[in-house]
């Protein structure tokens, strides 16, 4: 009996808490008002170098300014369901931006705007910064105004392997001794590539494709994310493109786990990365395409994956870096 | 479960008295815990250096633990590796489970007690060594708005990875409950809550469907059931572990009285758990879990007192030799 008051007692502590404040009031919450304003010298660098990517009022995702006169980087899976682009910087809008190309390993796509004047990012020296770190990301945003969502560096740099066998995403008919394109996945890399009902696959990776087992033999040892070319034939013609193949689990969403259900939502490519830093900021899944600050206002990395309801993935500054670089020389060249 | 919470109504009144008496400031609390946000950049780093000078410890003393369908996390608070976690982790008392260190390195050990309607659980790794470990707040010192971090194996062990570590603020408390804006997710249940001076303060229970709803078992709860867990108690009736049916087990023989004493098995059922041990029509037992058996209602009673998965011990004789079967009980 005297252990069962002292149990109660111990119990009794806690609750008295419940009695005087129950619940913190949300502008206290690390999301909140109050705690997001003691970012606001971020939120400056966030104002001036990063981007709203938008097909027509819709926001798609958000970019880096990456040089004066207008070139963008974003996460290219993100836009490339539209073919038109409008870019928001600071407050202004830049209509019609161009699709200069598109990395489908690292999935980032580098987008040109008519503008001058522009305020780049400052890249960090390192992406190797202790866990617990302070980083700094785009939240939601106003036509003129960016907001910003803090978070801490939480895991160690690594791979993420693609998850799922790659597939073009496409279901076929064999027709007299050819491969039709029946249906598409809404998220493959062949919708992507512009394919379209109809279409008769020829051959992909030069190698002639006349049934399915010739398909499965070709993609088997090939990764997520890599891409292959594909020649097929439209009615008369006879065209060729690069389509990068997704993941199955990325395309067919049915296919969740326990913790996808739990997790609101994600990005639909969120795995075969070469390296990521992770962290925790969690937002909405287009909360991505940004760039990651630390306390200085540099740039880090890229947001390039909401994982799940607690991971968040961003390309290491050393690789966006090299990347921005190629990205420009390659698209000038 | 009803007379403990009239107790605590009573003693309500009784304690408002004291109140000022729990309200004393502790020496390393964080000034940042007491202000309503951080302000510049000074408050932030202050917020920062306390997570990183109390990270190694606590990523240390974190494991993730191994269940027959899938994972959880928990946490070590002893050098000979007793390791709080969640009751629906644990899902059982006196099961065996694996645990893994933050390197890798996999460990025997077996759950001891539970707290099934708050989801508190001890485990006990059962090889000998000394273990990183954590202390733990046992004077419930955590306030509302407190800046805290969860640690977890999110959806299991990964060596690349680590334990994934979040930063939030303690939002509500109520009753057995903390909850935090520590994003938390499946594999992190068990899972350590720590205060910016690296003891532990809650274990990972679950979440809601809004995104910001994390909840974590305080350590009060831990506290006030703390002998009976480890004595392996199964306490509370759910709802985050069911309590073992006392009866539901089953064996899977036939027996009659034998002639030198002992029971003598007369059918071994198809595919029963008698059958897979190796038991066989002709077998003679002397002996279950070292109790002598005398005869066949007294080996039902026996039987009685136990649940599926139990193990039993059969000692017996064929052909006049001595033969011992070890085996789990399976459910009737």
Not at chain 1, 85 to 92: M, S
Not at chain 1, 195 to 213: A, C, M, N, P, Y
Not at chain 2, 100 to 115: C, F, N, P, S, Y
Request: hydrophobic share 40%; net charge neutral.
């Amino acid at each position: 009996m005297n252990a069962n008051i002292l149990a109660s007692l111990i119990s009794l502590v806690s609750l008295l808490p419940t009695l005087a404040q129950q619940s913190l009031d949300s502008a206290y919450r690390t999301t909140g008002t109050a705690v997001v304003a003691a970012f606001d010298p971020q939120r400056q660098v966030l104002q001036r170098s990063s981007a709203v990517i938008l097909n027509g009022r819709q926001e798609l995702c958000y970019g880096i300014v990456i040089s004066a006169d207008g070139h963008i980087l974003t996460k290219a899976s993100e836009i490339l369901g539209s073919s038109t682009w409008d870019v928001t910087v600071d407050a202004t809008k830049y209509p019609d931006a161009k699709l200069l190309m598109t990395d489908p390993t690292w999935d980032v796509a580098l987008l040109k705007i008519e503008a001058k004047d522009l305020q780049p990012v400052v890249y960090a020296p390192t992406s190797d910064v202790p866990p617990g770190t302070w980083v700094v990301a785009n939240g939601a945003t106003t036509r003129t105004t960016r907001r910003l969502l803090a978070g801490i560096v939480s895991a160690k740099i690594r791979e993420i392997p693609p998850a799922g066998g790659a597939a073009l995403g496409v279901i076929l008919k064999t027709k007299s001794k050819s491969l039709e394109i029946e249906d598409l996945s809404e998220k493959s890399g062949a919708k992507e590539a512009g394919l379209q009902k109809g279409d008769i696959l020829l051959t992909i990776e030069g190698r002639k494709v006349k049934k399915l087992e010739d398909i499965a033999t070709i993609l088997k040892d090939r990764k997520a994310g890599s891409t292959v070319k594909i020649v097929y034939r439209r009615g008369e013609k006879e065209l060729s493109a690069d389509v990068r193949l997704a993941s199955r689990s990325e395309m067919f969403t049915d296919q969740m786990n326990r913790n996808d259900q739990m997790s609101g939502e994600f990005s639909n490519h969120r795995s075969g990365f070469p390296r990521v830093m992770q962290h925790d900021i969690l937002g909405a899944a287009s909360v991505v395409g940004g760039p990651l600050l630390d306390l200085d206002g540099r740039c880090l990395g890229m947001n390039i994956a909401r994982a799940n309801r607690a991971e968040s993935f961003a390309i290491p500054v050393e690789d966006l870096k090299t990347l921005a670089e190629r990205m420009m020389a390659e698209s000038t060249r | 479960m009803s007379l403990n919470f009239m107790m605590n109504l009573v003693w309500i009144s009784a304690m408002i008295v004291f109140l000022p008496w729990c309200a004393f400031a502790l020496e390393d609390r964080p000034y940042v815990n007491d202000l309503k946000a951080p302000e510049n950049r000074k408050d932030l780093e202050a917020l920062q250096n306390a997570v990183s000078s109390a990270l190694p410890k606590a990523r240390a003393a974190t494991v993730c633990i191994e269940i027959k369908d899938g994972s959880g996390s928990g946490v070590i608070i002893s050098a000979d590796g007793l390791i709080l976690t969640a009751a629906h982790v644990a899902t059982g008392v006196k099961q065996k489970v694996t645990v893994i260190l933050e390197d890798g390195t996999r460990l025997k050990a077996e759950t001891l007690g539970l707290v099934a309607d708050s989801d508190a659980a001890m485990i006990q790794i059962t090889e000998k060594g000394t273990y990183p470990f954590v202390e733990i707040d046992r004077t419930d010192s955590t306030r509302l708005g407190d800046w805290v971090f969860a640690l977890g194996h999110s959806g299991g062990y990964d060596k690349d990875r680590g334990a994934v570590l979040r930063l939030g603020r303690l939002v509500r408390i109520a009753g057995t409950t903390f909850q935090s804006d520590c994003m938390l997710i499946g594999g992190d249940s068990g899972g350590p809550l720590f205060d910016l001076t690296g003891k532990l303060v809650g274990i990972h229970s679950r979440v809601g469907q809004q995104m910001q709803v994390n909840m974590h078992v305080p350590m009060a709860e831990f506290v006030s059931h703390w002998d009976g867990m480890r004595n392996a108690e199964f306490i509370g009736e759910g709802p985050y572990a069911e309590k073992p049916k006392k009866g539901n087990g089953f064996l899977g023989l036939a027996t009659e009285p034998g002639a030198a004493g002992g029971l003598k098995v007369t059918k071994v059922g198809r595919k029963s758990p008698a059958e897979a041990a190796g038991i066989k029509e002709g077998d003679v037992l002397f002996k279950m879990n070292g109790v002598a058996l005398k005869d066949r209602g007294q080996m039902q009673d026996l039987l009685e007192e136990m649940s599926a998965g139990n193990e039993v011990t059969l000692e017996t004789e064929r052909g006049g030799k001595p033969k011992t079967f070890s085996l789990a009980l399976g459910e009737r």
